[in-house]
């Protein structure tokens, strides 16, 4: 089975910043990676998929990058609507995983 | 407007049982598969099952294999998950998903449902 590790578990950040999370996978997965924000008590929404695709709606200043077992998600400028948990989720074959999530906090 | 509304949820004794269903509107239910998503309190995101539109393939988690069965009712829009022989580590939010078309990831969620496992 396919370990997803992310790093880090907790960011703080201001308005404005950029801010980066990575996630690495324990075997390479080509580009099956996906990025999910959850806000407190919400269901996860779909930001990115196959590492670099953006979900229609999502703001441009999100973008993912990576391939292998190297991925990272980006935001440009942090807004204030981007305070949230973040999780990657390899879609490369079963059993599907979820890294252990990145909450990015005001800083 | 895609819409999943979960319910079944509530709280079971350790090696009870319990029948999770999801109603989907606003999209083909028959033309996509669907998954089932968890989480526990305070916990990080884990997936427990997925079925494909026709019901010929489904997949589950090792944790849950050999009790838990994911099933569907195209005719009436609806996803389920059975769970038997629930554990105090089953207790957690379930969340019904929609798979996108064409990659293996989520893109509609519904609120979700708590199942709590206590004696």
């Known amino acids: 089975d396919i370990q997803m590790t992310q790093s880090p578990s907790t960011l703080s950040a201001s308005v404005g910043d950029r801010v980066t999370i990575t996630c690495r996978a324990s075997?390479?997965?080509?580009?099956?990676l996906a990025w999910y924000q959850q806000k407190p008590g919400k269901a996860p929404k779909l930001l990115i998929y196959k590492a670099s695709n953006l979900e229609s709606g999502v703001p441009s200043r999100f973008s993912g990058s990576g391939s292998g077992t190297e991925f990272t998600l980006t935001i440009s400028s942090l807004q204030a609507d981007d305070f949230a948990t973040y999780y990657c989720q390899h879609h490369n074959s079963y059993p599907l995983s979820f890294g252990g999530g990145t909450k990015v906090e005001i800083k | 407007e895609v819409q999943l509304v979960e319910s079944g949820g509530g709280l079971v004794q350790p090696g009870g049982s319990l029948r999770l269903s999801c109603v989907a509107s606003?999209?083909?239910?028959?033309?996509?598969?669907m998954s089932w998503v968890r989480q526990a309190p305070g916990k990080g995101l884990e997936w427990v099952a997925n079925i494909k539109h026709d019901e010929s393939e489904n997949y589950y988690v090792a944790s849950v294999k050999g009790r838990f069965t994911i099933s569907r009712d195209n005719a009436k829009n609806s996803l389920y998950l059975q769970m038997n022989n629930l554990r105090a580590e089953d207790t957690a939010v379930y969340y019904c998903?929609?798979?996108?078309?064409?990659?293996?990831?989520?893109?509609?969620w519904g609120q979700g449902t708590q199942v709590t496992v206590s004696s």
């Open positions: 606003g999209f083909t239910f028959s033309s996509y598969w």
């Open positions: 998903a929609r798979r996108a078309a064409g990659f293996t990831v989520n893109d509609y």
């Open positions: 075997q390479s997965i080509s580009s099956w």
